[in-house]
């Protein structure tokens, strides 16, 4: 199993177009179970999910902690990725102050 695990802080009124860019596990390299997890430090964020062509969820405010999501519990969004599809997880902050965004994607390869 492979595992994304980062927490990234976006500014007042920003947005990021993946949270896992730069990731050595952003693209699927075989078919993959994906399961997500995220938080937010405050209320106000955004979040939107893709893998592949898949739309996993759309712009919708994430779980409110200031800690990573617990495992299995807060790992919400499931989906299998094929090889080459790329996993995108699209925050946006139109609040008035940063807000964190803590992020746990677990990745099992199919079998």
Known sequence: MSVIQNQ???PAAGSTNNLLSGSAFEFARTQELVSIGVTQSVTGGFI???VGSDLVLED???FISAAYPIIPD???YNDV???GDRIVIRARNPSAG???FNTVVQ???VR
Do not use: H, L, Q
């Open 60 to 62: 919708t405010p994430p």
């Open 107 to 109: 990745i099992s390869a």
């Open 81 to 83: 990725a094929n090889p």
């Open 48 to 50: 939107g999910i893709t």
């Open 8 to 10: 990234t802080s976006i």
């Open 98 to 100: 940063a807000i964190v």
């Open 74 to 76: 807060e790992m919400y």
